[in-house]
Nanobody, 113 residues
Framework: QVQLVESGGGLVQPGGSLRLSCAAS????????MGWYRRAPGKQRELVAS???????DYAASVKGRFTISRDNAQNTVSLQMNSLQPEDTAVYYC???????WGQGTQVTVSS
């Protein structure tokens, strides 16, 4: 099993920055892809960014150029640096690891003045 614990959410003004972190534990040797998803109020969960064990990354069009995902295999962590945050980025952000398809508990990000 893989356990994921997120941290770093909070309240920020439009144009501000936040950094989310996710620590993985358990059967981490099997993990190939780690990513961040988000679910905004009234919307479906969507992929924000992902990174593979080969170092490739993928971003949602809405966050390209503003968000950066990074992975530290030695520390078993994945981070999401979020810059130029906008109110539409408000959501609960979830860390994900595949395999086995594990999810963290989620961390709230609120962008508001």
């Amino acid at each position: 099993q893989v356990q994921l614990v997120e941290s770093g959410g909070g309240l920020v003004q439009p144009g501000g920055s936040l950094r989310l972190s996710c620590a993985a534990s358990g059967s981490i040797a099997s993990i190939r892809t780690m990513g961040w998803y988000r679910r905004a109020p009234g919307k479906q969960r969507e992929l924000v960014a992902s990174t593979s064990s080969f170092g490739t990354t993928d971003y949602a069009a809405s966050v390209k150029g503003r968000f950066t995902i990074s992975r530290d295999n030695a520390q078993n962590t994945v981070s999401l640096q979020m810059n130029s945050l906008q109110p539409e980025d408000t959501a609960v952000y979830y860390c994900n690891a595949v395999p086995p398809g594990a999810w963290g508990q989620g961390t709230q990000v609120t962008v508001s003045s």
